[in-house]
């Protein structure tokens, strides 16, 4: 590690830690010609996950997208921040636990629409009506069907 004072690459490790939020190390380094003191931060470097849009060009997996997906979905809906926030923790553990460099758009939709599902049919309506394009009034009745036939209590609107 060169010191950023002098340029020097001779320096040594004073303290190691976890730096605040557990994934990454802070170390305190001293330089061995100049003396002066600087802190360096060591992170394990992953590659990123890149997602398969519907056109198939490829971007950086953003974790904003799902945020903003799910927050429109639930809009004026009785849906606290926390159980936003869980669900879409569980959302993006699932796409990590996939263990894939590269996801499409649909399996992160299927997601998204799976825990809307257990959260809040109306904000799952919502997406899925975004989500699946429903391009008339009979697509999106035909969703709303099975919505209500999956009910555990059987009953019907």
């Given at each position: 590690?060169?010191?950023?004072?002098?340029?020097?690459?001779?320096?040594?490790?004073?303290?190691?830690?976890?730096?605040?939020?557990?994934?990454?190390?802070?170390?305190?380094?001293?330089?061995?010609?100049?003396?002066?003191?600087?802190?360096?931060?060591?992170?394990?470097?992953?590659?990123?996950?890149?997602?398969?849009?519907?056109?198939?060009?490829?971007?950086?997996?953003?974790?904003?997208?799902?945020?903003?997906?799910?927050?429109?979905?639930?809009?004026?809906?009785?849906?606290?921040?926390?159980?936003?926030?869980?669900?879409?923790?569980?959302?993006?553990?699932?796409?990590?636990?996939?263990?894939?460099?590269?996801?499409?758009?649909?399996?992160?939709?299927?997601?998204?629409m799976d825990k809307l599902k257990d959260l809040d049919e109306v904000a799952y309506v919502r997406f899925a009506?975004?989500?699946?394009?429903?391009?008339?009034?009979?697509?999106?009745?035909?969703?709303?069907?099975?919505?209500?036939?999956?009910?555990?209590?059987?009953?019907?609107?």
């Amino acid at each position: 590690m060169k010191c950023p004072f002098c340029n020097a690459a001779d320096t040594k490790v004073i303290d190691s830690r976890p730096a605040d939020d557990n994934s990454s190390i802070r170390r305190r380094r001293q330089c061995e010609t100049c003396g002066k003191r600087f802190t360096t931060y060591e992170k394990l470097e992953t590659i990123p996950l890149m997602v398969i849009k519907k056109d198939n060009s490829r971007e950086v997996y953003d974790r904003a997208k799902i945020e903003a997906g799910v927050l429109h979905s639930c809009h004026k809906r009785p849906v606290s921040p926390q159980q936003i926030a869980s669900v879409i923790d569980a959302i993006e553990n699932r796409i990590f636990n996939m263990e894939e460099k590269e996801i499409s758009t649909s399996a992160i939709g299927e997601l998204v629409m799976d825990k809307l599902k257990d959260l809040d049919e109306v904000a799952y309506v919502r997406f899925a009506s975004v989500y699946r394009e429903f391009k008339d009034v009979n697509t999106f009745m035909e969703e709303l069907g099975k919505l209500l036939q999956n009910k555990p209590d059987g009953r019907k609107a």
